[in-house]
């Protein structure tokens, strides 16, 4: 990853890291949309609040509506331009688990319809959104994407909740040109996802926490708590915080004008190595993980 903690003073709501393949910057903070019910409003307030990220999916059935949040902010904001926003989207898997694939050209199908249902001319970051269906699968999705990476459909390309073991496996493959600019994995101070991270640093990939407040089921942990309360933060706050100063990128979700802006109040305070060191003994690992209930998670592949 392309910082640490030394660099985090200056963050702003639109600090960016380079994406490892030197094409584009990703925005350290987005807002999230996966089972938003109110998709297009909620994108509307956050790109009003100052959010240039967001983060959708063909499984969360809401790329048009993200697209028309787009379009109402772009059109309500004259001196907005779409190359200012950045955009993510993900492949989903053709079939049932455990028969599910990915084939080249349901990757390529994949991104030309979440094009279609955006409304866009290109998407900023798409990514392979499991490992799951399996190595020959992975392959051919991803093999998908670099043919749309080639043919500027998608300005970079990722994978999430893949293992280091699928990155590795992956890049072994000859017509693999691309390193993975990104992993998107569940992570929070309860599951830290030390081996990713770790991996991801040395291979200059770009870490991207989701479900970074726990959906909000650990929010009442009393360490957390005991930290929002020195700082003059809230539990989500702190959190989000500690996600930025680990080097990673974060995308919360929330259908709530006043969390939209609250969870982008946090470029004002910074945790000192105290906080640090109390969060750091917070991990838990996989038994943490919030997505194990839905087949997600690392140990799930
Ligand atoms: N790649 C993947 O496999 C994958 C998997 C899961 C998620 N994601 C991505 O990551 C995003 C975020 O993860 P998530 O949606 O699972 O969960 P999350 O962001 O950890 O939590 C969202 C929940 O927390 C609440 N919330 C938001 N801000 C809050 C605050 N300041 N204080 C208290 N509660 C707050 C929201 O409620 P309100 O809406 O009512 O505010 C919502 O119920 C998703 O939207 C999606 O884009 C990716």
């Known amino acids: 990853m392309a910082s640490n903690s030394t660099s985090i003073p200056s963050f702003t709501l639109h600090s960016t890291i380079p994406l490892p393949s030197g094409k584009g910057q990703i925005p350290r903070l987005g807002l999230g949309v996966c089972a938003?019910?109110?998709?297009?409003?909620s994108c509307v307030s956050a790109l009003k609040t100052g959010y240039i990220h967001l983060d959708t999916a063909q499984i969360y059935g809401n790329e048009r509506e993200t697209g028309e949040g787009i379009r109402q902010y772009l059109s309500q904001t004259p001196s907005a331009k779409r190359q200012d926003l950045f955009i993510c989207s993900k492949l989903w898997e053709t079939g049932t688990p455990p028969n599910s694939t990915f084939s080249r050209e349901s990757a390529i199908k994949g991104v030309e319809s979440s094009l279609q249902l955006l409304g866009l001319e290109y998407i900023d970051l798409y990514l392979v959104h499991t490992p799951r269906p399996g190595p020959e699968s992975r392959l051919n999705g991803y093999l998908g994407l670099q043919d749309m990476l080639k043919a500027g459909k998608v300005k970079?390309?990722?994978?999430?909740?893949?293992?280091?073991?699928?990155?590795?496996?992956?890049?072994?493959?000859?017509?693999?040109?691309?390193?993975?600019?990104?992993?998107?994995?569940?992570?929070?101070?309860?599951?830290?996802?030390?081996?990713?991270?770790?991996?991801?640093?040395?291979?200059?990939?770009?870490?991207?926490?989701?479900?970074?407040?726990?959906?909000?089921?650990?929010?009442?942990?009393?360490?957390?708590?005991?930290?929002?309360?020195?700082?003059?933060?809230?539990?989500?706050?702190v959190v989000l915080r500690w996600i930025l100063q680990r080097g990673m990128v974060t995308i919360p979700k929330s259908d709530r004008e006043s969390r939209i802006r609250e969870n982008?109040?946090?470029?004002?305070?910074?945790?000192?190595?105290?906080?640090?060191?109390?969060?750091?003994?917070?991990?838990e690992g996989q038994k943490a993980n919030i997505g194990k209930s839905i087949g997600f998670g690392l140990e799930a592949f």
């Not at 929010?219 to 309360?229: N, R, T, W």
């Not at 982008?264 to 991990?283: C, G, N, R, S, T």
């Open 36 to 41: 938003s019910a109110a998709c297009t409003p």
């Open 156 to 237: 970079a390309i990722g994978v999430s909740n893949w293992a280091p073991r699928h990155i590795e496996e992956l890049m072994a493959h000859p017509e693999v040109e691309v390193l993975p600019a990104v992993n998107q994995v569940e992570c929070h101070p309860w599951n830290q996802q030390k081996e990713i991270y770790e991996y991801c640093k040395k291979k200059d990939i770009v870490m991207i926490a989701y479900s970074p407040l726990t959906q909000g089921k650990r929010l009442g942990d009393e360490v957390i708590k005991g930290i929002a309360e020195k700082h003059g933060k809230s539990a989500a706050q």
């Open 264 to 283: 982008a109040d946090i470029f004002d305070f910074e945790l000192d190595e105290e906080d640090l060191a109390k969060i750091a003994k917070l991990d």
